[in-house]
């Protein structure tokens, strides 16, 4: 059975779903957006697969000037909170790759018989992030992204801030959940993603992996509803006026990964506030391999590309950097 995939689509001001069938793309039927879907579905008590099926209409688009950009109709996220972007929380869980642990140690310019705290969590989670089903093993390492701001979708640029000293990419699988009414988390589906983050900031100090992370992010284009997880190969590749600078083939899914899916989801929503009905949540699971890693400083009109093997078309966004200069931001006393 064919996984069905998604993508949100807007053409001035009108917003509309489509289910992949390619080179097409199949509107669905009184549809404008995923999260909409998603709460059909929790209130039918149905699954969003079936959903799909019966929505799925004969109204089709050629998927190709979509993808580039040269259609009427824009990808969005693929999934959004509509009107409330701050009910969309965007985390995520590092240190889960042996490549990315790799990474963060040589980051922080340390031997490997200097264990930095990172190697040591990461261990932890050799030792204890795959528990038996039912079970709870040791916690990940977990960082905030933002809200829903921060979404990009394919196509549209990710940015330096004024006051950011670098931009990289992070390509990993990012997981979309919706909070049900009674609290339940359930996960609608799975994307490509960017996490992008501060690579040169972080290596000041481990300490500045927060600050580091709070940057926009992006998705897509295309949401998978079901998607096989076990063992994922992908490609991430850096270009330049055109022309590959770096590129990586690269693993994720669980057998890659020292913790499981059970252990990330759990540590993610075990928190009262990470169950609220109506919010949305998009979790990146981690990376494997970081062009920074290996010396690669992006520059400004880079174009990063991220594709994972069943995630449908690859992810493509530019890096911009904000060249406004960095102010001073002053606050009001309203003593």
């Not at 174009?303 to 606050?331: C, H, W, Y």
């Amino acid at each position: 059975m064919t996984t069905p995939r998604l993508v949100q689509l807007e053409r001035r001001g009108q917003r509309r779903v489509a289910v992949v069938d390619e080179p097409t793309l199949r509107m669905l039927d009184d549809c404008d957006s995923v999260y909409a879907l998603a709460q059909s579905a929790l209130a039918a008590s149905r699954s969003l697969s079936t959903m799909i099926d019966e929505r799925t209409t004969d109204d089709s688009l050629d998927y190709d000037p979509v993808y580039d950009g040269e259609s009427e109709w824009r990808i969005l996220s693929p999934v959004d909170h509509p009107g409330e972007p701050s009910r969309l929380l965007v985390s995520g869980t590092g240190l889960t790759h042996l490549g990315s642990a790799k990474d963060r140690q040589a980051m922080h310019g340390l031997e490997e018989a200097e264990l930095t705290d990172s190697m040591r969590m990461f261990r932890w989670g050799v030792e204890g992030g795959r528990p038996a089903p039912g079970q709870i093993g040791t916690a990940p390492e977990w960082f905030y992204k933002g809200n829903g701001t921060i979404l990009r979708a394919h196509g549209e640029p990710l940015v330096i801030p004024p006051y950011g000293e670098d931009g990289g990419e992070e390509a990993e699988i990012a997981g979309v959940y919706v909070i049900a009414q009674d609290g339940q988390p359930w996960r609608i589906g799975m994307c490509n993603g960017n996490e992008f983050s501060d690579h040169r900031f972080e290596k000041k100090n481990y300490l500045n992996l927060a600050g580091s992370k709070i940057r926009t992010c992006a998705l897509g284009p295309e949401l998978v509803i079901d998607p096989d997880v076990e063992s994922v190969p992908g490609t991430v590749v850096i270009e330049r006026h055109g022309t590959t600078i770096w590129s990586r083939d690269i693993c994720t899914g669980e057998a890659a990964m020292c913790h499981n899916l059970q252990n990330i989801e759990h540590h993610h929503f075990k928190f009262d506030s990470h169950r609220r009905p109506g919010d949305v949540h998009v979790h990146y699971f981690g990376a494997c391999s970081l062009s920074f890693g290996e010396g690669v400083q992006l520059a400004d009109g880079d174009v990063m590309q991220v594709r994972f093997e069943g995630f449908g078309r690859p992810l493509r966004n530019s890096l911009l950097v904000d060249k406004t200069p960095n102010a001073l931001i002053g606050i009001h006393s309203l003593a």
